[in-house]
């Protein structure tokens, strides 16, 4: 059994977590947070005081935090993860950040001999529970094997899609479809609602055709209840959009359905705040229709 | 077996007359051009001369034609549907247009004694060949019980979705949700080459996650294999976003992303013509990149 570390235990780091432990690894946890501490250490695991207190302990240290500032600070701040990790450890970040700045960190970890993976993920607090969430890993082939089996405790479709940076690439790809498929979904059923078609009907028939998506099976019903529980937070979906407009200005390309489907997102955000469900994007559209789905 | 009239025998109509006649039907049929109706005229159809020498030898017409005018003019012109239709009769528009103008045509219909469906369907000229359409229908319950044996022969996923042009809605949210996720898959995949990951692993990733959609399983495949035969043209394409915009302008609602995404069908139009397959929309995008997807 290896012994590993954990920082980063919201609600996505501590199912994780626990799930490494259960697995009958030794698992060093830290966050910022007392509670998240003070949970994993009732079920076994061992309470650190700082990010550089639990790389000193890890073979393997994974990070879970909210966005590329986050990272940076348990990493390179005041006795951050680089000021601990033994030379030969590996730090496998699974939060969803910037690919830009995942490469820098990769590279000033790699200065120091310290391995380096991106592996974020998407499934949402009930794949991290439920152990099935997807992992879209960059960095080393050598490095992924040996981290691939604690994968496999958290997650189900596990792929190394090329080097450092590029699973958070993919990450952002995924979000790019997510949150415009959100949006098609919303002017579809919004459309046929207000043109007097009932909106379960008018999504029943798109089922199973060309239009189908995952989106629409989930997040069209979500409109039509008017339940906007997260689920993933809007606030979450401008973060990676906005991951999104700033990796595709760096390499020089545009994004403009990227960029649009991000304003409305910003609409339904000045409504509701970034802690409402992102399929409340379907709102800022109902502002501009004085009409709502359901 | 009944007496049913098909007017339209292009890449989609042909094969559907044909599988009413192998179902035992009577089938009087008609085109602009003579091909379509020498080719079913050989399978047993009976040949006419115009859209009303159709009508007033049938039960039920049914037309597959390409856009608003197109039935107009089938319906109302010279020697039009309306100018043979004898009372009692059923006409079934199975084209793509309007549901504006198709609820006009239906009151000008019912005033003369003639009931009206609208059918578009789904699934293109693989799905007409199979047998295997979706089938989006409006219109009056018991004339929709009266042609749903007919409907059977040509598709699986029929429903009933409400009255006279409801049909066309759904069909134009179908479209909506098909061309925007096009848009979508074109930038994530684009995104993700450009940043130097290879684009089929990061499709791989993608699927069976909440990313995964017809669209990313088929059309990333034609994006980054350069197969952009059609498959389902741009001109139509552009035709049905076009009906969704004046659908929503008609009824006072904005489609923000729906307008943005048909202004990239444009350019791709510009660039190829509207013969291509839809898929093309992302090389509008790779222009504004300078990268190609694969």
Do not use: W
Not at 1 to 16: E, K, N, S
Not at 99 to 122: I, K, N, W, Y
Not at 124 to 143: F, H, K, N, W, Y
Not at 246 to 265: C, D, G, K
């Amino acid at each position: 059994m290896a012994t590993l570390g954990f920082i980063g235990l919201g609600i996505m780091g501590r199912p994780m977590a626990g799930h490494l432990l259960r697995a009958g690894h030794t698992v060093h946890v830290y966050d910022l947070l007392p509670e998240g501490v003070q949970a994993l250490a009732a079920q076994g695991a061992v309470a650190c005081t700082s990010p550089g207190d639990v790389a000193r302990q890890s073979d393997v240290t994974f990070l879970m935090v909210p966005d590329s500032p986050d990272v940076e600070a348990a990493l390179f701040g005041p006795e951050g993860v680089a000021a601990g990790a033994p030379k030969g450890s590996i730090v496998v970040d699974m939060s969803s950040i910037s690919p830009v700045a995942e490469r820098g960190f990769a590279g000033r970890l790699r200065a120091q001999g310290v391995e380096m993976l991106d592996a974020p993920v998407s499934g949402g607090p009930a794949g991290a529970e439920q152990a099935t969430l997807s992992i879209m890993c960059g960095g080393d082939e050598r490095v992924f094997a040996k981290v691939r089996p604690y994968f496999e405790c958290m997650g189900k479709n596990i792929n190394l899609v090329g080097g450092n940076g590029d699973g958070q690439v993919v990450k952002v790809a995924n979000q790019i479809i997510v949150g415009i498929t959100v949006a098609a979904v919303s002017e579809a059923l919004l459309l046929a609602s207000k043109a007097g078609v009932d909106p379960e009907r008018a999504r029943q028939a798109l089922l199973g055709g060309a239009a189908d998506s995952r989106i629409l099976q989930l997040h069209g019903q979500r409109m039509i209840k008017r339940d906007f529980r997260p689920g993933f937070r809007l606030k979450h979906q401008q973060k990676d959009l906005n991951n999104a407009l700033v990796t595709a200005r760096s390499i020089a390309m545009a994004l403009p359905v990227t960029a649009a489907v991000q304003e409305l997102f910003n609409g339904a955000a000045a409504e509701h705040g970034g802690d409402i469900d992102h399929s409340a994007l379907v709102t800022t559209l109902e502002r501009l229709a004085k009409h709502t789905v359901a």
